[in-house]
């Protein structure tokens, strides 16, 4: 038996960090490759979204205090540093990633731990660190939408999504991903992530899986 093997028809899209001021070279914090990535998450909630399967985006959102910052960062927002504030333009998903019906948000609701629908299949989650499943409802609504399979995707490899994708490991999901779109990822951590139980698959190779799978 395949254990980790993707179960399609239960399955969500996680987008992590996709926020102006990470994923576009103007932003505040611009994160390398992060712009290069962003029209393949595009399609991939394209398909997520055509498939009746919902798409989650993951932000960040840092006080302007730095209260809410992990530790190694919290000079940064003492010294003035303004990252993805809450309220702020570079807070935003990007544009690309969004559905045309999508409804406006409140970071404030956010911050307060609601998990917020956009769309009819897109929702938005506030994570307080790196992972996404670390002191938000993301499992409890998993769970209760009868999800057992993620693709993770989004920004910046070596922190947020790494991070997620050991967290769900850890709670037993199955994941996959598609390392185009995925910035900062490399050789070694793509076979690390073999190593967990991760699929590794293309753009073109999950539109087919996916489309099958809703198929039969």
């Known amino acids: ?27 505040a914090s611009y994160i390398q490759g992060t712009e290069d990535v962003t029209e393949n998450i595009a399609k991939l909630a394209s398909v ?3 498939c009746q399967l919902p798409v989650i985006h ?3 959102l840092y006080k302007e205090d730095g209260s809410n910052a992990e530790l190694c960062r919290k000079s940064l927002f003492q010294d003035g540093k303004k990252i993805v504030s809450p309220g702020s333009n570079g807070a935003k998903i990007v544009t690309e990633l969004l ?16 998990i917020i629908p956009i769309a009819p299949y897109d929702f938005i989650v506030y994570k307080p660190r790196w992972g996404a499943f670390y002191s938000t409802q993301l499992d409890d609504w998993l769970t209760s ?4 399979s993620l693709l993770i995707a989004g920004c910046n490899f070596p922190n947020c999504p790494r991070a ?3 967290e769900a490991s850890e709670r037993d999901y199955h994941i996959s991903i598609v390392p185009e779109t995925i910035s900062g990822i490399y050789p070694k951590g793509i076979d690390e992530l073999k190593g ?3 699929g590794i698959c293309s753009v073109k190779e999950l539109k087919n899986i996916i489309k099958t799978k809703r198929d039969e």
């Open 145 to 148: 939408h009868q999800i057992n």
């Open 58 to 60: 993951v932000i960040r």
């Open 99 to 114: 559905p045309e019906n999508a409804e406006n948000y409140s970071d404030i609701s956010l911050l307060n731990g609601q």
């Open 196 to 198: 967990i139980g991760v």
């Open 1 to 27: 038996m395949e254990y980790t093997k993707m179960n399609w028809n239960r399955s969500a899209l996680i987008i992590i960090d996709m926020q102006k001021d990470f994923a576009k070279k103007d932003g």
């Open 48 to 50: 997520f979204r055509n």
């Open 164 to 166: 997620t994708i050991y």
